[in-house]
């Protein structure tokens, strides 16, 4: 039986207090705009993010998805990290259905991309190439261990699209726990990007959802490409309810996840066979190396001990999420040593 599930923050449960909120919520016919829970959701994550309006989806890679559709067109370039999420988990959608050109840029190992790198991938106006219409960043980076940027960096990043004409899109599908770890507010970190998608259902613990916010323009045209997905939903307030609970009682909650992330990284330190630096882990996730070609094994062997983490080769993943308590993640780290003992 599995006790501890540490695949990811989106395996989180919703509250009590949000299940109470979805059963009471007030409803109405979205695609009418006339679900006032949905609409409460929506201009409350817009104003957490300094943005116009918002507009719910029904998760993280349709948010981006619309975003980008929304801001480039067939046949236009999109310059983003060789490491993201949009790149490389959202099975290609940009470019299968908007038809775009993803160009992916080196990231540096927390997850930023080099203004210079950004410049120097942008293409003249030659029509042998696409033109480059819109750039996408991460924030909390995933693939670099959740590391967040600051709001510095935000802006070198955004600076160097803007300069040359181009949209900036946020994945900020974890942008609160990088709020958090930085200890800044979230508004500061998607001040200077054109749009931002949010995620619910990660270390916010809702059952569903994410949130794209941006101006009334784009969020319009982010809504004509979410109905077009077949994502217009009618009493979905039942499920956006959990988002507002969420905004008020999950946001200071990530630091737990940050603490106990780093807890578990302190531990996996001193193991035998594991890689992992816990001074770099600031949010939720941890990314550890392990013998090569031994994660498969290692994940196995720990599932028959109770403790669910997805396989790999050698580059495995940890998240620390809502729901787990510390003793559970004590029992982890217990099993963990005595598969890393087992397996070398
Ligand atoms: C950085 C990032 N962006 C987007 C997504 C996609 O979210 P969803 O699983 O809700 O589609 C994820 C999911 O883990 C993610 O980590």
Redesign the pocket.
Known sequence: MIRVDLR?D?VTHPSPEMRRAMYEAELGDDVYGDDPTVNRLQERAAELLGKEAGLFV???????LVSVLAQAQRGDEVLVGDQ???MN??AGGTMVLGSVVLFPIKTDEFGFLEPRLIKAAIKPRDYHKPPTRLLAI?N???ASSGRALTPEQMKFMADAGHENGLKVHL?G??IFNAAVALNVPASSLTEHVDST?F?L??GLSCPIG?VVVGSKDFIYEADRWRKMLGSGMRQVGVVAAAGLVALDTMIDRLQEDHDDARFMASRMAEMKGISVDPERIQTNIIRFGVPSHKGNEIAARLKDEGVHINGGDSDLRIVAHYGVSRDDYDFAMKALDRVMKAIA
């Open positions: 990811s989106t029904s998760s993280g890679t349709q948010g981006n993201c999420h949009i988990s959202e991460e909390t980076h995933n994945d599908a974890r998608t995620c259902s990660k994410s």
